[in-house]
């Protein structure tokens, strides 16, 4: 979209937070902004996409923009409950595509912490910090997927300054600031030194010819813009009218309750926050405190203290769980590395007395996993999944023990390319390194096949990289689609004594999704030469 500021016209893009270092207090602490931001998953006709919202109230509305969920077919709400990820589904309440909110309804309890919203101006250079989950920061080889896509980032900046009534916004209210946003995070918030969220995160000046210099300019939706939405859908909010003072002992200016009947249901969320979170017990007490009157909670206490003592063990239990459930599922993806990936894993894990109990279970597991593991290395039969975001695979051995594996990329940039891989092969090891031409024959089809030959512990690894060229778009595609109409695939050479030979047999089940991609980066070429 173009915005006009003024006699400028900057390029500007819907965007979200990007992750930073936090800066000390008197910041608001992590655990704080944390609990009341949520990451929003939309399914649309064009697939998944994702975004960021915040808390507003205990009644499960969130805010977030309009473009995160216009044209959701389904939304959901993930967060982290006591470190397990959690997934919830939610509606639309209300939109304003002009402005670009949207208020959204999660449809169970998600015991977040419901922001404050500050009703007053904000003025340069005021320190703000950005929280979301930008899209770039998923894909980090090695880390602990949960954590990656539930863990939000933060990002610290300044308010650089405030523009009022832009035109191509709606009319909105925008906070220039320098807390860095990228794809992701859109509608995360922008939280000022006392914790309050002023603003909604939302563009960034997007580089060009004429504005290549532009860095560092971002943009959020004044969280003002967002209160007539509120108030049309009667949805009740913590809005704080007196300006941040930085250091305040009460950042978030909660109304305290002073009253048994409306410290009831108050006493009944921590209770529950307990139940679902044992192992955040701390960050649950805190809440239940900032909420209400010191001589409430002081009466109090001896229920609270028991909640917190069997919190202990709660967690303890919680933790073995999910270390349970990660061993199963470790399993089930591991079955040929049972005992090094997911047996010592759960060995470490569980307490002594625990692990005596899951043995019989443990063996059981053992078991099936042996099998599936010789039913994954059985000869002619064709295996295949999605082993990362955008890449499926798909192999198959034959009686040699040598496989024949096809890795394509089924989205993002690379769509529609792939590798071919033949490992585990004989042949002399001890000759050849490099590229090859080796002699590809499916049944009665036969053409040289460029190979990269190198030795590894003992066998020979062949690897061919395909990428569409401009003159052959589809070129690995093409080659797929020979794959599944032949009865074997044989790969020969007599220089390097390679000589393997495998079925074809279920190749048309396994290869589907490779074979149904699109070139996206071939047509967004057409596209530009037209």
């Avoid at 499960?60 to 216009?70: D, G, K, L, M, S």
């Avoid at 906070?175 to 995160?201: K, W, Y």
């Avoid at 913590?238 to 109304?255: F, H, V, Y």
């Amino acid at each position: 979209m173009r915005v006009n500021i003024g006699w400028l016209a900057f390029p500007l893009v819907m965007l979200g937070a990007w992750p930073g270092a936090l800066g000390a207090n008197p910041l608001p602490e992590p655990s704080e902004m944390r609990e009341s931001v949520v990451r929003i998953l939309v399914e649309t006709d064009n697939g998944g996409a994702s975004g960021t919202g915040f808390i507003i109230n205990n009644h499960r509305a969130i805010a977030t923009n309009n473009h995160v969920v216009e044209g959701a077919k389904s939304i959901a709400v993930a967060f982290l409950a006591g470190g397990k990820a959690m997934t919830v589904p939610a509606r639309v309440v209300d939109t304003n595509p002009e402005k670009d909110l949207a208020i959204i309804e999660a449809l169970f309890d998600i015991f977040g912490e419901p922001v404050t919203l500050a009703s007053y101006n904000t003025n340069p250079p005021a320190k703000v910090t950005a929280v979301g989950y930008p899209g770039a920061a998923d894909d980090i080889p090695g880390a602990d997927v949960v954590s990656v896509l539930l863990e939000p980032s933060y990002s610290v900046g300044t308010v650089a300054r405030v523009l009022g009534n832009v035109a191509a916004m709606g009319g909105d209210r925008l906070i220039q600031h320098t807390a860095i946003i990228n794809h992701g995070n859109s509608g995360g918030p922008l939280f000022d030194e006392c914790g309050r969220v002023i603003g909604i995160n939302s563009l960034a000046v997007a580089p060009t010819e004429q504005t290549q210099y532009a860095q560092g300019i971002f943009y959020s939706i004044d969280v003002r813009e967002l209160l007539p939405m509120l108030e049309a859908n009667l949805i009740d909010a913590r809005i704080a009218s007196k300006p941040c003072t930085p250091g305040t002992e009460a950042r978030n200016d909660l109304p305290q309750i002073d009253t048994k009947e409306a410290e009831a249901p108050i006493f009944d969320r921590f209770a529950a926050c307990i139940s679902a979170r044992p192992c955040d017990a701390d960050i649950c007490k805190q809440r239940y405190g900032l909420r209400v009157s010191s001589e409430l909670a002081a009466a109090r206490q001896a229920d609270i203290g028991l909640r917190m003592a069997a919190s202990g063990a709660l967690c303890t239990r919680q933790k073995e769980a999910e270390a349970y459930d990660t061993f199963l599922s470790c399993a089930d993806s591991n079955p040929c590395d049972f005992d090094n990936a997911c047996a010592a894993n759960l060995q470490q894990s569980l307490r002594p007395e625990i692990m005596r109990k899951r043995q019989v279970l443990l063996e059981r597991a053992r078991g099936k996993a042996q099998e599936e593991c010789r039913q994954a290395s059985a000869p002619g039969v064709w295996h295949s999944g999605q082993i990362a975001r955008e890449l499926w695979q798909a192999r198959v051995f034959n009686d040699s023990k040598a496989a024949l594996v096809v890795t394509c990329a089924i989205d993002g940039e690379n769509a529609g390319n792939g590798v071919f891989e033949v490992a585990g092969v004989g042949g002399k090891r001890e000759r050849w390194t490099g590229t090859r031409s080796v002699r590809m024959t499916i049944d009665t089809y036969s053409e040289p096949l460029s190979l990269d030959l190198q030795s590894e512990d003992g066998s020979l690894e062949a690897e061919g990289v395909f990428r569409v060229a401009e003159n052959e778009p589809g070129a690995f595609k093409e080659l797929l689609g020979k794959l599944t109409v032949g009865g074997v695939v044989a790969f020969n050479d007599p220089r390097v004594g390679l000589d393997e030979t495998f079925s074809l047999d279920g190749s048309r089940d396994a290869l589907t999704p490779c074979l149904k991609v699109k070139q996206v980066a071939q047509q967004e070429q057409n596209q530009k030469a037209r």
